[in-house]
């Protein structure tokens, strides 16, 4: 069944829900909604190229991403799959210099995105707002360190249970699934996919996650953070 379209009140309802956004004041959420503009893209659709000047700052509504970032071979990795409440952008938009990552549609994906000129305009009337960009940058810079930690795990049922933990954070779903499939999540964890496919098997022979046609869904995540040690 085809969704039906978002309009920008009830986008924003969902991003108060959870991530950066919904961590600010009411005020300073209200003053973000005033410069926000609803957006849409296809699957495989770029909401931003590496090297592209910042065209301002997104949050994802619906839908989900890819974020890729260009490997010195040429090609790119794809290093995060973000869902609902990710917010991404601040970091060349507040450096005016080049974006560094693409991001991609995964998926028909919604976002919200707070235009330059409104958000240069915000920050001229209350220099405060740049303290809330601030932690936009920190949770962003947090979530690369937490995927280059997750590469430099040797153990690869340890490396496989933590990047679980981090794709359930990143895709809060009511239901437990992670909506990603194998091939995508060997690509993420830098593995061979059947290497990958024998370790999520014993992980589900453990009773730790459920496998199913292009999701996974976390059964025992307590169990997961023992056997990474968390």
Known sequence: MKKAPWDLDGALRVLQAHGWYSERSKETQKKLAGIARLRTFDTRQPIYLTGQVPNGVFGLVDGSIKIAFP?????????HHAGSGFWAGDLAFFASAPRLVSIH??????MVQL???????????DPRLHTDFYVLTYENFRTALDII???????VDKRVADRLL?????HPKADGWIQISQPELAQLLAVSLPTLRRTIGRLANAGLVEQGYGRVKLIDPKGLRKLTGC
Do not use: F, H, M
């Open 71 to 79: 490997r010195n071979d040429g090609e790119d990795y794809i290093a």
């Open 105 to 110: 549609a995964a998926e028909p994906t919604t």
């Open 115 to 125: 235009q330059p000129q409104g958000i240069k305009r915000l920050l001229r009337e």
């Open 149 to 155: 930690a997750n590469l430099a795990i040797v153990s």
């Open 166 to 170: 981090l794709e359930a954070a990143a």
